[in-house]
Structures are given as structure tokens and as C-alpha cells.
């Protein structure tokens, strides 16, 4: 874990107009503290009571993405004090969450999930879930969440080109999202691009992306 590529990382995402999202999952909370120190605020965890954990230990002011598979039974261990939650693949966690905003007396940002990778494994609405829980009019439905985008994975591949067409497909969807409902200025953000395939989901228009490795070195094995 270097400052230098950490800033270097940032740098090139500022030219871009994106932000980091630094993935910390697995990861000691220390090291979240050093990424801290060098200024860094936005922090991506997948599990909702790991999150839940660090956050008692770190600084009130780090903003928690939730980026992993969220089920609603675990809702509640993070709805206090999480930022934006990326991972919204459907009604019944849009639902829960906010329940609990509400009781928390507070928003929730949320990103909505796509499936756009060809793998059988990966989670998200397909397009034909998306616009049916868009019709349904989630803003009025859901008054404590702010809907700010949208998030998606690509295959894991060497093949550049296939990585590349699915992150303009997402970016596709987006806009003609933004186009057909009116989702106000807060759908603005596109969450896409990983360690491995960044660039090309910057070239595809992402304004963020989950960057785990590249800034705090391979994960410890468990
Ligand atoms: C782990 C993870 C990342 C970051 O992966 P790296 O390859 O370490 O950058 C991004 N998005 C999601 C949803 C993840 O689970």
C-alpha cells in the first residue's frame, strides 16, 4: 500500500471527472486509517456487519459504500450511518431500507445494480426488472432513499472488447433511464470499473469506480 500510486490513482480519476471509491473489504481497519490520513473518505465494504464493525473503530466522518449483495435481514446493521449503497437489485431492499432510513430519521443514497455480465453468478435487476421498478415511481415510494445512479460489474475476461461493450451498454441504459422518468439531478452517477478493467469503464463514462487492490495491495486470504 504506497501513497504514491494511491495518489497517482487519484490524479488520473480527477482528469476524468470520477471518483474513488477505495474497496477496503477484507482488509484491517488500520489500513483504512492510513488511507485516512492521506485525505481519502469514500470506502467500499461488502459485508454488512464488517462494515458495521469498522465504522465503530474509524473516524465519524468516512462516508460507507456498500457495494456487495445486501439481504435485507442484514439492512439493519448498517442503515444508521451508511452513505450509499451501490448493490439494489430489488424492490425488497429498497423496501427495508427505507424502513430504516426512517427510523433512523435520515436518507440513504442508493445506486440500482444492473446484470450486464455474461456470468450466470453475477447479481442485479436485467433490464426489464430496472424499468419495472422504475414505474413504479421509487421516489414517492421510498421517500428516505435518494436514487443517484446506477452500478454494474462486467465479466471477469481478457477480452477487452466484450468488457468494453457491456460498460457502454450500462452507460447506454443510464441515459436513456435519465431520459424516460424523471429522476431529478441526483441520478447522476454511474458506479463501474474494478482493479483490472477501470480505464475502460472510465472511457464508458463511469463518475465512479470500486478500486480494492490497486490501492491496498492483494487481499489477505481468509
Ligand atoms: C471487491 C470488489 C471491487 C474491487 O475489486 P478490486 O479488483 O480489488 O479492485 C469492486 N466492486 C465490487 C462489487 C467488489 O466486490
Known sequence: MEKTTYQNLISELEKQGAQLIAVSKVHPAEK???AYDWGHRDF???RAQE???KAEKLPEDIR???IGPLQSNKVKYIADFVYMVHSVDRAKIAKELNKRAKKADRNIKILLQVHIAQE???FGFD???LFKFLEKDPI???PHLTLCGLMGMATFTENEEQVRAEFQGL???FNQVKEKYDLGADFKELSMGMSGDYPLALEAGATMVRIGSKVFGPRPKK
Do not use: S
Request: no cysteine.
Open 44 to 46: 467500499g465494504e461488502n
Open 120 to 122: 450466470e453468478q453475477k
Open 64 to 66: 460507507w459504500h456498500m
Open 51 to 53: 462494515m458495521q464493525g
Open 171 to 173: 452507460k447506454d441504459l
Open 140 to 142: 414517492e415510494k421510498y
Open 127 to 129: 433490464e426489464k426488472e
Open 32 to 34: 483504512i486509517h492510513t
